[in-house]
């Protein structure tokens, strides 16, 4: 592939800076930088969709439009992929190796608005792929150096065949914000199809400062399409790249940059003094600290220097500073041995900013274990987090799991400890609550990672035990709470009185798809059929039979939408097959979450009170303003009742307490006075209203004189997951 066509604190960021003894990234093998070229190959016939480069000991990082040309998809398709497979050529010691990398992280290109790319945009933002091994051959070389990209920098990049005669000489010309725009030597090779994702290589400072995302190509010829002749005022041997402070700045939230601090160890920093005095303390002669060296070397995966001269307190001090991992990787070495030198490096670690809770061996385990989980009950980490967290001020974003993770290692542990005890950490009771959802292996696999993780940290393993049993007592309540059974239904208008649907089951472990949301659209008729073809394919229900809870997502103008009134019309059927009469229809609009995050933490607190939060009822006497000022901090109620006739004052009121993060609203879709429905809900209790409204629409269907009401309930589990919604993406909706 081309690179992408277009038409017409600055400095080292400490990364890969060797500090005495510990060398934190090689120098490139052999003086050859193509070695950490990768080649994307296309999957449908295996010719060069673009280049990459290697970040890490089985991660590649190269440009999402790259992914997109080796899928066969638009250059600027903005829907993530998922965790496809991608064929990719590795430089290895001996040689190239073919293999597949999985898309773990997708940062679609992007324009400066945030919208869609379109061809003739000059540049654009984003546009970034993670790709990891599955199966890393240890033949890879080490990271290269990164470093910031600066003007009138000299760099090299290479096609995506990694051939070295395809090197293309270049010069950045201007650093404009986000994009550097590099110029091509007039001799040699000029930057092309199959440059993007490219590394740029700066000879002088041996390292990486960005990666190649497009070329200005001279404008073709209109009545041919082939190249135009030769034009003094054509642009030449233009091109564009990402700087890599941009790429920090993209990928540093997810996590991924588990590398170094990209401040410069300060020697008069007090934290710098005490660890390099704690260092020669715990480790005062020679010999000790050559093997604790060696071996905190190779638990970090970094070269080292002499294998008899010990590394002063100083370097060790700074390598403890700069490796996140590092504190984690020396306490686990220290707790091999006799004393309480372990204890006092993770208090020690307590004061390092960049220090974080697990060792580079404890994060891969870990991380390999939820990778290897079934997909339906990874996704309902983020609903353990919320149950083994109660009282966090804000929930960790469950969107990617390395970006959970690594909120997760910042958090402190509970309070749960006695006098003098280590507390649990908040990763270790997020896990145990995990752990208790699992089959068997996987549950005692995930214990005994725990448990090596808390003797390592020195947490008692009884309080350890104590998180087990809130665990376990959890797992009860969400086994009782999640016998019924959910269809979620994601409905987006597509044209006049049609929709797309996307449907998902939840039998409780979490949403499995049940169709791809992309058959087109659907009268509500032929959408009615849909929902039903899909419940009557689920398995009997067994014991007390409870139908099953239909959740309709929509966006905030279509809370009224009326599913529940939507019937399934076939001609010489017995039934009619009215959706909000045979099941509990509910209505949920993530959208307006997402817009307020802060009141999530709300949402949460209300919902965990369902049963002993109170009621409110608003009419039209109530103001939106005045409404906010009096829910936005009552977090006991639970539930609000809105009998307020059809217009625009009752959509800003339900618009408003489902922001707040009100889990529970109720109203009437048509009343134009006070609402029979809605007084007829007042009588039911919060957690039995969907089966309420059910019996409502019935009655209402049989007798509409007696219930002359239209219910629509809005109902907001937080313990339940959703899933990830495709329907309401921005490029759908454009």
Same mark, same amino acid.
């Given at each position: 592939?081309?690179?992408?066509?277009?038409?017409?604190?600055?400095?080292?960021?400490?990364?890969?800076?060797?500090?005495?003894?510990?060398?934190?990234?090689?120098?490139?093998?052999?003086?050859?930088?193509?070695?950490?070229?990768?080649?994307?190959?296309?999957?449908?016939?295996?010719?060069?969709?673009? &280049?990459?480069?290697?970040?890490? !000991?089985?991660?590649?990082? @190269?440009?999402? /439009?790259?992914?997109?040309?080796?899928?066969?998809?638009?250059?600027?398709?903005?829907?993530?992929?998922?965790?496809?497979?991608?064929?990719?050529?590795?430089?290895?010691?001996?040689?190239?190796?073919?293999?597949?990398?999985?898309?773990?992280?997708?940062?679609?290109?992007?324009?400066?608005? %945030?919208?869609?790319?379109?061809?003739?945009?000059?540049?654009?933002?984003?546009?970034?792929?993670?790709?990891?091994?599955?199966?890393?051959?240890?033949?890879?070389?080490?990271?290269?150096?990164?470093?910031?990209?600066?003007? $009138?920098?000299?760099?090299?990049?290479?096609?995506?065949?990694?051939?070295? *005669?395809?090197?293309?000489?270049?010069?950045?010309?201007?650093? !404009?914000?986000?994009?550097?725009?590099?110029?091509?030597?007039?001799?040699?090779?000029?930057?092309?199809?199959?440059?993007?994702?490219?590394?740029?290589?700066?000879?002088?400072?041996?390292?990486?400062?960005?990666?190649?995302?497009?070329?200005?190509?001279?404008?073709?010829?209109?009545?041919?399409?082939?190249?135009?002749?030769?034009?003094?005022?054509?642009?030449?041997?233009?091109?564009?790249?990402?700087?890599?402070?941009?790429?920090?700045?993209?990928?540093?939230?997810?996590?991924?940059?588990?590398?170094?601090?990209?401040?410069?160890?300060?020697?008069?920093?007090?934290?710098?003094?005490?660890?390099? $005095?704690?260092?020669?303390?715990?480790?005062?002669?020679?010999?000790?600290?050559?093997?604790?060296?060696?071996?905190?070397?190779? &638990?970090?995966?970094?070269?080292?220097?002499?294998?008899?001269?010990?590394?002063?307190?100083?370097?060790?001090?700074?390598?403890?500073?700069? /490796?996140?991992? !590092?504190?984690?990787?020396?306490?686990?070495?220290?707790?091999?041995?006799?004393?309480?030198? *372990?204890?006092?490096?993770?208090?020690?670690?307590?004061?390092?900013?960049?220090?974080?809770?697990?060792?580079?061996?404890?994060?891969?385990?870990?991380?390999?274990?939820?990778?290897?989980? $079934?997909?339906?009950?990874?996704?309902?980490?983020?609903?353990?987090?919320?149950?083994?967290?109660?009282?966090?001020?804000?929930?960790?974003?469950?969107?990617?799991?390395?970006?959970?993770?690594?909120?997760?290692?910042?958090?402190?542990?509970?309070?749960?400890?006695?006098?003098?005890?280590?507390?649990?950490?908040?990763?270790?009771?997020?896990?145990?609550?995990?752990?208790?959802?699992?089959?068997?292996?996987?549950?005692?696999?995930?214990?005994?990672? @725990?448990?090596?993780?808390?003797?390592?940290?020195?947490?008692?393993?009884?309080?350890?035990?104590?998180?087990?049993?809130?665990?376990?007592?959890?797992?009860?309540?969400?086994?009782?709470?999640?016998?019924?059974?959910?269809?979620?239904?994601?409905?987006?208008?597509?044209?006049?009185?049609?929709?797309?649907?996307?449907?998902?089951?939840?039998?409780?472990?979490?949403?499995?798809?049940?169709?791809?949301?992309?058959?087109?659209?659907?009268?509500?008729?032929?959408? &009615?059929?849909?929902?039903?073809?899909?419940?009557?394919?689920?398995?009997?229900?067994?014991?007390?039979?409870?139908?099953?809870?239909?959740?309709?997502?929509?966006?905030?103008?279509?809370?009224?939408?009326?599913?529940?009134?939507?019937?399934?019309?076939?001609?010489?059927?017995?039934?009619?097959?009215?959706?909000?009469?045979?099941?509990?229809?509910?209505? /949920?609009?993530?959208?307006?979450?997402?817009?307020?995050?802060?009141?999530?933490?709300?949402?949460?607190?209300?919902?965990?009170?369902?049963?002993?939060?109170?009621?409110?009822?608003?009419?039209?006497?109530?103001?939106?303003?005045?409404?906010?000022?009096?829910?936005?901090?009552?977090?006991? @109620?639970?539930?609000?009742?809105?009998?307020?006739?059809?217009?625009?004052?009752?959509?800003?009121?339900?618009?408003?307490?489902?922001?707040?993060?009100?889990?529970?609203?109720?109203?009437?879709? %048509?009343?134009? %006075?006070?609402?029979?429905?809605?007084?007829?809900? +007042?009588?039911?209790? +919060?957690?039995?209203?969907?089966?309420?409204?059910?019996?409502?629409?019935?009655?209402?269907?049989?007798?509409?004189?007696?219930?002359?009401?239209?219910?629509?309930?809005?109902?907001? $589990?937080?313990?339940?997951?959703?899933?990830?919604?495709?329907? @309401?993406?921005?490029?759908?909706?454009?």
């Amino acid at each position: 592939m081309e690179a992408a066509p277009v038409r017409r604190r600055r400095g080292d960021t400490g990364l890969g800076v060797a500090m005495g003894w510990f060398l934190l990234a090689p120098p490139t093998p052999d003086g050859v930088p193509t070695r950490h070229v990768v080649t994307v190959r296309r999957t449908d016939d295996d010719r060069v969709a673009g &280049a990459g480069v290697v970040v890490g !000991a089985d991660t590649l990082l @190269t440009c999402a /439009h790259v992914v997109n040309d080796a899928l066969g998809l638009p250059l600027f398709d903005s829907r993530d992929p998922g965790r496809v497979a991608v064929p990719v050529e590795l430089r290895g010691k001996t040689g190239f190796r073919q293999d597949y990398a999985i898309l773990e992280h997708w940062i679609p290109p992007r324009s400066a608005n %945030g919208g869609r790319v379109v061809n003739g945009d000059a540049t654009w933002l984003g546009d970034l792929a993670l790709l990891r091994l599955e199966t890393p051959s240890g033949e890879l070389p080490a990271p290269p150096r990164r470093t910031a990209m600066s003007q $009138d920098q000299r760099v090299q990049a290479w096609h995506g065949s990694g051939n070295d *005669a395809t090197f293309a000489d270049l010069t950045v010309t201007l650093l !404009a914000g986000s994009v550097g725009y590099v110029d091509g030597a007039p001799t040699g090779m000029a930057v092309g199809p199959g440059y993007s994702g490219s590394p740029l290589w700066s000879p002088q400072l041996n390292a990486v400062v960005g990666l190649v995302a497009g070329a200005f190509l001279p404008d073709p010829d209109p009545g041919s399409g082939a190249v135009a002749p030769y034009n003094p005022q054509n642009m030449a041997r233009r091109s564009w790249a990402i700087p890599w402070q941009r790429i920090e700045t993209e990928l540093r939230p997810l996590g991924v940059l588990d590398t170094l601090s990209p401040e410069t160890i300060d020697p008069d920093d007090p934290v710098f003094a005490a660890v390099a $005095d704690l260092v020669a303390d715990l480790l005062p002669s020679g010999n000790p600290r050559v093997e604790c060296g060696l071996r905190l070397a190779r &638990a970090c995966g970094v070269r080292h220097g002499s294998d008899v001269t010990p590394p002063t307190p100083e370097e060790f001090a700074s390598f403890l500073l700069a /490796h996140p991992r !590092a504190p984690a990787a020396l306490s686990a070495i220290l707790r091999r041995q006799p004393g309480d030198g *372990a204890d006092r490096v993770l208090a020690a670690a307590g004061a390092i900013p960049a220090a974080k809770l697990l060792t580079a061996q404890e994060y891969v385990e870990l991380r390999k274990r939820l990778r290897d989980m $079934d997909p339906g009950l990874l996704g309902r980490l983020p609903e353990t987090v919320r149950a083994a967290l109660p009282h966090l001020a804000t929930f960790p974003d469950g969107s990617d799991l390395d970006m959970l993770l690594d909120q997760l290692e910042s958090l402190p542990g509970d309070g749960g400890s006695g006098a003098g005890e280590r507390r649990v950490p908040a990763l270790l009771r997020v896990m145990e609550y995990l752990a208790v959802l699992c089959p068997e292996p996987s549950q005692a696999e995930l214990r005994l990672w @725990t448990r090596g993780v808390a003797s390592r940290l020195g947490v008692a393993l009884a309080a350890l035990d104590e998180r087990r049993w809130d665990a376990q007592a959890w797992a009860r309540t969400v086994r009782e709470r999640s016998a019924r059974v959910r269809v979620l239904v994601e409905v987006k208008q597509a044209e006049s009185d049609r929709h797309r649907l996307g449907i998902w089951c939840d039998e409780g472990s979490g949403p499995q798809r049940m169709s791809t949301g992309s058959g087109g659209s659907y009268s509500p008729s032929e959408a &009615a059929r849909e929902v039903l073809r899909v419940i009557d394919s689920l398995p009997p229900a067994t014991g007390d039979f409870q139908p099953p809870l239909i959740e309709v997502f929509v966006d905030r103008d279509s809370l009224d939408l009326p599913v529940d009134e939507w019937e399934a019309q076939v001609p010489g059927e017995l039934v009619r097959g009215v959706l909000g009469v045979e099941f509990p229809v509910v209505v /949920h609009c993530p959208e307006l979450l997402r817009r307020h995050k802060r009141f999530e933490p709300h949402w949460h607190t209300r919902w965990s009170r369902l049963d002993s939060g109170g009621p409110l009822r608003v009419d039209e006497s109530t103001d939106p303003v005045r409404l906010y000022a009096r829910l936005v901090n009552q977090l006991d @109620t639970v539930r609000v009742s809105v009998d307020v006739p059809p217009g625009r004052q009752r959509d800003g009121i339900v618009q408003t307490c489902l922001a707040l993060g009100i889990p529970v609203v109720v109203w009437d879709r %048509g009343s134009e %006075g006070r609402s029979h429905a809605v007084k007829h809900m +007042t009588d039911v209790a +919060t957690r039995h209203l969907p089966d309420g409204v059910l019996g409502y629409r019935a009655y209402a269907l049989a007798d509409p004189s007696a219930f002359p009401g239209q219910p629509v309930l809005a109902w907001a $589990d937080a313990d339940r997951t959703i899933p990830r919604l495709q329907l @309401t993406e921005p490029q759908e909706s454009s």
